[in-house]
């Protein structure tokens, strides 16, 4: 349809572009003049052929230019036509219609999108996944999230991580990312645990650096944002090549400042576990105070810095303090109030402060950490409950990548390795070595046998160190591979961040552990390194578990 001046209508040729919805959104307009007479509850878009949902009293429905109804159906909501079909609602649910308002598929959905590429995305038992256009499943897999294909290519998350498929279901390139969109001029903004950068088609990053913000590429620049707040350009090389704004000083003064006072948190945090106040809200200042044993004058000086760094919440014409959704995810978590009671701990390590002294001796030989040293068991056993909470988390994919099939004794070292033990895998035997003072109560709740050095067996299979030998020298390291090879352990599995020259990933808990073991972590070729003095040992494969961390596969040659 196309606009007639003479005659002020649409005819055949004219796109919708020119229909506009009127302000108080009852009926459309056309050039600032009402396109027909009828008046609605409200109206929405015209979409190709023609139609456009509207509301009145009788319920919901389409309209064509002319504003006549196409058919005498009435829903719940309707929405606009897409490959020519519309999604509607009714009490049956969702499901999509065509002009004549007759359903096009006999099921109905929890909601349903809108068709793209002659595709839909639906969600069904809270799980989504795509339909073709007579309501046929495209694949069998089901994803806590799908987006629209673009290209033939859509975007789905599962498991809190996202990646592409094509319109058969197959992945594109089984890279996963926290967030991710979808392809536009070869290239995909995607986000890892350092920030946002973009990806090519196979889901490899085209660039080293990490930004706060990303924008899709627009003739060969895309617009960014840095962690430092500088607004720029840059190229497909990812550097800045063009700054619209530099970084405001006083931001750079207060971020500075901020991740200075950074352990003020951190020592927040431990009171509020170490009071129990979490477990007493909701409760007045007054009660409160009677329960915690202090004053309602330095009670309410720790209430207001828990309130500010989010911990709980204050509602004032109740005078009544109430834990907020941070708060209540720390309170119910199974490790993380362990967890702030550890790094308050390791905050106060007296190492932090001689760390220029550390730095500067020519060899650093490894040392117990504060942990090892704890007298309390107790105390032991929640910072080990810590650590191995963390490395549940970032173990979750080590079953799926990693094939320990046929291994039947296995021999763990170090207590993060313990994660692993209380994933569901088959075999028959696991030992942990215990050579460094850990409770052996914690060792039995993870189902593992208590082996000490001098009742090593020489039947393993398979040795796994799991975030242990980072905390060692090099010298002890060798130790450590030479007792696998005496034992005739004919394949290890090293579980550590790899550090590299392209990334500072791994940089500041390098730090960390360098100040409270002495220990390092280390580069693959300095893997390489070790095991050609060991002899008889070599890397079979390198695999990702997250951004930071990685199972080496070494294996008897």
């Known amino acids: 349809m196309q606009y007639e001046k003479t005659t002020g209508q649409l005819t055949e040729n004219n796109h919708l572009e020119f229909i506009k919805i009127s302000p108080c959104r009852k009926f459309h307009t056309l050039f600032e003049k009402p396109l027909y007479e009828e008046r609605f509850l409200y109206v929405e878009k015209f979409h190709e052929p023609g139609f456009a949902p509207v509301c009145d009293t009788t319920g919901a429905y389409h309209i064509n230019l002319k504003g006549k109804i196409l058919y005498t159906k009435r829903f719940?909501?309707?929405?606009?036509?897409?490959?020519?079909?519309?999604?509607?609602?009714?009490?049956?649910?969702?499901?999509?219609?065509?002009?004549?308002?007759?359903?096009?598929y006999k099921q109905s959905y929890q909601w349903v999108g809108n068709y793209q590429e002659n595709i839909c995305a639906v969600r069904r038992s809270n799980k989504f996944y795509h339909i073709d256009l007579y309501g046929n499943r495209l694949y069998q897999e089901e994803y806590d999230y799908v987006g629209d294909f673009k290209d033939d290519i859509a975007v789905v998350h599962k498991e809190s991580k996202a990646t592409h498929i094509n319109s058969e279901g197959n992945l594109i390139h089984n890279k996963w990312y926290k967030q991710l969109d979808i392809f536009h001029k070869g290239f995909a903004i995607a986000e890892d645990n350092d920030g946002w950068f973009h990806v090519d088609i196979e889901g490899n990053a085209i660039y080293l650096q990490?930004?706060?913000?990303?924008?899709?590429?627009?003739?060969?620049?895309?617009?960014?944002?840095?962690?430092?707040?500088?607004?720029?350009?840059?190229?497909?090389?990812?550097?800045?090549?063009?700054?619209?704004?530099?970084?405001?000083?006083?931001?750079?003064?207060?971020?500075?400042?901020?991740?200075?006072?950074?352990?003020?948190?951190?020592?927040?945090?431990?009171?509020?576990?170490?009071?129990?106040?979490?477990?007493?809200?909701?409760?007045?200042?007054?009660?409160?105070?009677?329960?915690?044993?202090?004053?309602?004058?330095?009670?309410?000086?720790?209430?207001?810095?828990?309130?500010?760094?989010?911990?709980?919440?204050?509602?004032?014409?109740?005078?009544?303090?109430?834990?907020?959704?941070?708060?209540?995810?720390?309170?119910?978590?199974?490790?993380?109030?362990?967890?702030?009671?550890?790094?308050?701990?390791?905050a106060a390590e007296k190492n932090w402060l001689n760390i220029v002294d550390l730095l500067k001796q020519k060899t650093i030989s490894s040392f117990p950490s504060f942990k090892e040293k704890e007298t309390s068991e107790e105390m032991r056993t929640k910072f080990y409950k810590a650590l191995i909470g963390y490395t549940t988390l970032d173990t979750r994919e080590f079953s799926n990548k990693v094939s320990i099939e046929g291994n039947e004794n296995i021999l763990l070292f170090g207590v993060h390795s313990l994660a692993l033990r209380s994933k569901d895998i088959n075999t028959i035997n696991w030992d942990y070595y215990n050579d460094h003072r850990i409770p052996e109560e914690l060792i039995r709740d993870y189902n593992a046998r208590l082996i000490t050095p001098d009742k090593l067996s020489e039947n393993y299979d398979l040795g796994i160190f799991c975030r242990f030998l980072q905390n060692q020298d090099d010298e002890k390291v060798l130790s450590y591979f030479r007792l696998i090879k005496d034992k005739k352990i004919s394949r290890i599995l090293l579980i550590e961040t790899i550090l590299t020259n392209n990334s500072p990933i791994g940089g500041a808990v390098d730090i960390n552990i360098m100040v409270e073991t002495g220990g390092k972590l280390r580069k693959l070729e300095d893997w390489e390194v070790i095991l050609k003095q060991v002899g008889n040992l070599k890397i079979f494969e390198v695999l990702s578990l997250t951004e930071y961390l990685s199972v080496i596969d070494i294996r008897s040659c």
């Open 210 to 346: 990490r930004y706060k913000t990303v924008n899709p590429f627009y003739n060969g620049v895309a617009v960014v944002k840095a962690y430092c707040g500088t607004l720029g350009q840059i190229d497909i090389t990812g550097n800045i090549k063009f700054i619209i704004s530099p970084p405001e000083p006083e931001a750079q003064i207060h971020k500075i400042s901020s991740e200075l006072a950074g352990f003020w948190k951190t020592y927040l945090t431990n009171a509020a576990i170490e009071l129990g106040l979490l477990n007493i809200l909701p409760a007045t200042t007054k009660l409160l105070s009677k329960q915690l044993n202090m004053i309602e004058a330095n009670l309410q000086r720790l209430l207001r810095a828990l309130w500010e760094i989010e911990l709980i919440d204050y509602n004032q014409n109740k005078d009544l303090w109430q834990i907020s959704t941070k708060g209540e995810f720390l309170k119910n978590n199974a490790f993380l109030p362990q967890a702030a009671e550890m790094w308050a701990r390791v």
């Open 76 to 104: 719940n909501k309707t929405h606009g036509f897409y490959c020519g079909r519309a999604a509607v609602e009714d009490d049956t649910g969702c499901y999509h219609i065509d002009s004549h308002g007759s359903r096009l």
